[in-house]
C-alpha cells in the first residue's frame, strides 16, 4: 500500500549547522510529495511541496529534492535557526486532486544555541 | 482570500457528553474538506473528508461521525463521547481539483 516513513522521530541540532529530515514513500502511482512544518501547540503549515517537473521547491530556506529512483523527497536547510524548531511531516497525495493525503509518523526539530 | 475557521478554540468535555466541532471556509467554492486528529504527541490522522456537500466518507473509526450540511461547513460530532476522544481536532480543505491542504487553527479537546 501507499505509506510515507519518517525514520527519525526526534533531530536535535546545534543553531547554524545543516539539517537534513528523511523521507521515503511507497506508492502505486505518481504522488506529489509534501512537507508540513507545525509549530508547538499551532495546525500544521505547508513549508514545501514538489513540482511535476522536477524543479527543486524552496522556502524559508528549506529545500527537498524528489528522487523518483530511490523513493524520497528529503528535507534540507543549510543552517538551522533556533525558530526552525518544530514537528515536520512528509506527507504523499496522488494528482488529479485525490482526497487522500498520507503523512508519515512526523520528525520533532529541535534547534539548541 | 480563503479563510478557515473552526470553533470551538477548545474544549473540556465529561465522558459520555455530546459533542459537535464546526468548520467554515470562506472565499473558496466546491472546496474538498476533511477532519484531522492528532493525539498528544502523535501523528496525524485523517478521520473523514468530503468532496460534495451531503457526501462524507469515513476514513477510521472512532466512534465519530461526520457531515456537510453546506458547501462551506463541515461538522465533526458525537453522542457519547469516550477518554480516548481527547487530542486534536483539525479542520482542513483543498481546493477542487488540487491536493495541497491548508489547516484550520483547530479545537482542542480534553475528555475527563
Known amino acids: 500500500g501507499d505509506s510515507v516513513t519518517q525514520t527519525e522521530g526526534l533531530v536535535t541540532l546545534t543553531e547554524g549547522l545543516p539539517v537534513m529530515l528523511n523521507c521515503t514513500y511507497q506508492s502505486t502511482y505518481s504522488p506529489f510529495l509534501f512537507w508540513y512544518v507545525q509549530h508547538l501547540n499551532e495546525a500544521p503549515k505547508l513549508l514545501l511541496k514538489s513540482f511535476t517537473d522536477n524543479k527543486r521547491p524552496e522556502h524559508q530556506g528549506f529545500h527537498a529534492t524528489l528522487h523518483k529512483s530511490s523513493s524520497s523527497f528529503h528535507l534540507q536547510k543549510s543552517s538551522a535557526q533556533l525558530s526552525d524548531s518544530a514537528l515536520y511531516y512528509c506527507?504523499?497525495?496522488?494528482?488529479?486532486?485525490?482526497?487522500?493525503?498520507?503523512f508519515g509518523e512526523g520528525t520533532k526539530l529541535t534547534v539548541s544555541s | 482570500a480563503q479563510t478557515i475557521h473552526q470553533w470551538p478554540v477548545a474544549e473540556i468535555k465529561a465522558v459520555g457528553s455530546p459533542l459537535s466541532l464546526g468548520c467554515t471556509i470562506k472565499?473558496?467554492?466546491?472546496?474538498?474538506l476533511y477532519w484531522y486528529w492528532q493525539a498528544t504527541g502523535g501523528t496525524l490522522q485523517q478521520l473523514f473528508y468530503?468532496?460534495?456537500?451531503?457526501?462524507v466518507e469515513s476514513v477510521v473509526q472512532l466512534n465519530l461521525s461526520a457531515s456537510r450540511p453546506k458547501d462551506d461547513q463541515f461538522i465533526l460530532s458525537t453522542e457519547k463521547l469516550l477518554l480516548s476522544h481527547s487530542g486534536f481536532y483539525l479542520c482542513a480543505w483543498s481546493p477542487l481539483g488540487e491536493n495541497t491542504l491548508y489547516f484550520g487553527a483547530g479545537t482542542r479537546l480534553s475528555v475527563l
Open positions: 468530503s468532496i460534495t456537500v451531503g457526501q
Open positions: 472565499g473558496k467554492s466546491s472546496p474538498n
Open positions: 506527507a504523499l497525495s496522488f494528482q488529479g486532486g485525490s482526497a487522500k493525503l498520507i
